[in-house]
């Protein structure tokens, strides 16, 4: 069974999507559409602008979700998943593909999600650390050690490496415990925030009018969703999930291992980078990977 993965933040590169442009009159209306809603041609800024303006998540979360969303669609019939999952901002490219919404709404609302968590980004210095080599039951135990400030597991992205999230001070006393505890590497993460962590709630706030206004459908696949690793088709459950998302852990392992266990022998990343594919095989080197970029 074929299960199709999106990307999230950290994917992106210059010069991502311009192939598909070129090559492709369908993907390059959709470009050019979006150029359209955003209001400023992100085209531009994916193909030829730096790493520093791709880098800005208020372009950084539009441009991998275009840059996977037409992917799929440019693969015309040859896209039957039997299920498909994302990882944080990769679940909005898996509900447009699946068909849960309209690309029209998925850009608009990625758009929203993106500007609302700069701005809780912005009110609240905090970041992010990836910690390897630890059990998850330790890396949860060691920062709820950390009672004077908001640090917290949010991505379980495979076993042995965990990101955690929270205030400067909060990730750096983590970061010490971790490595005191026998960590190979906690290491702090180039981000603008501490995304899927308290931190971002109001974002999620903000986010709740847009999501609830928004059409969603039964996907034509499972969405399996980041908040509990499970298979979703019900359209008042997915909306419900997704606004948790903001504030929650992305469970990517339990994402993959549910997928596995449901039958899934062939994961195919859709979007910029590889990341996904690599991950899938940490949590299981049995299955096919393979990616169209």
């Not at 311009?18 to 994916?46: P, S, V």
């Not at 758009?111 to 609302?116: K, N, V």
């Not at 009018?209 to 997915?238: L, M, R, S, W």
Request: glycine letters at 8%; aromatic letters at 6%.
């Amino acid at each position: 069974m074929k299960a199709y993965v999106f990307p999230g933040q950290g994917a992106q590169f210059v010069g991502m999507g311009k192939d598909l442009y070129d090559n492709n009159a369908e993907a390059r209306e959709l470009f050019e559409k979006a150029n359209e809603i955003l209001g400023f041609r992100i085209t531009d800024l994916m193909f030829n602008g730096t790493e520093e303006d791709l880098k800005q998540t208020k372009v950084t979360q539009p441009a991998i979700f275009l840059h996977s969303v037409i992917l799929a669609k440019s693969l015309g019939d040859e896209f039957k998943p039997d299920m498909v999952a994302g990882h944080s901002l990769g679940e909005f490219s898996a509900l447009v593909a699946a068909g849960a919404l309209s690309f029209e709404e998925g850009l608009k609302l990625v758009s929203h999600r993106a500007h609302a968590m700069q701005k809780a980004c912005e009110a609240h210095p905090s970041t992010m650390a990836a910690v390897l080599a630890l059990p998850d039951e330790k890396v949860e135990a060691l920062c709820a050690e950390v009672t004077d400030e908001i640090v917290a597991p949010a991505n379980y992205n495979c076993p042995g490496q965990i990101v955690i999230s929270g205030t400067n001070e909060g990730i750096d006393k983590a970061c010490e415990k971790m490595l005191a505890n026998g960590a190979k590497r906690a290491m702090k993460l180039k981000v603008g925030g501490a995304f899927h962590s308290p931190l971002m709630q109001p974002a999620a706030e903000e986010l709740a009018e847009a999501i609830e206004a928004a059409e969603f459908k039964t996907p034509i696949a499972p969405v399996y969703q980041n908040v509990d690793g499970k298979p979703h088709t019900d359209p008042e459950e997915i909306k419900a999930n997704l606004l948790k998302q903001l504030t929650a852990p992305v469970r990517w392992t339990q994402d993959v291992e549910a997928m596995i266990a449901d039958g899934a022998d062939e994961f195919i990343e859709l979007g910029p980078g590889n990341v996904l594919q690599g991950l899938v095989k940490k949590i299981n080197r049995t299955v096919a990977t393979s990616g169209k970029q």
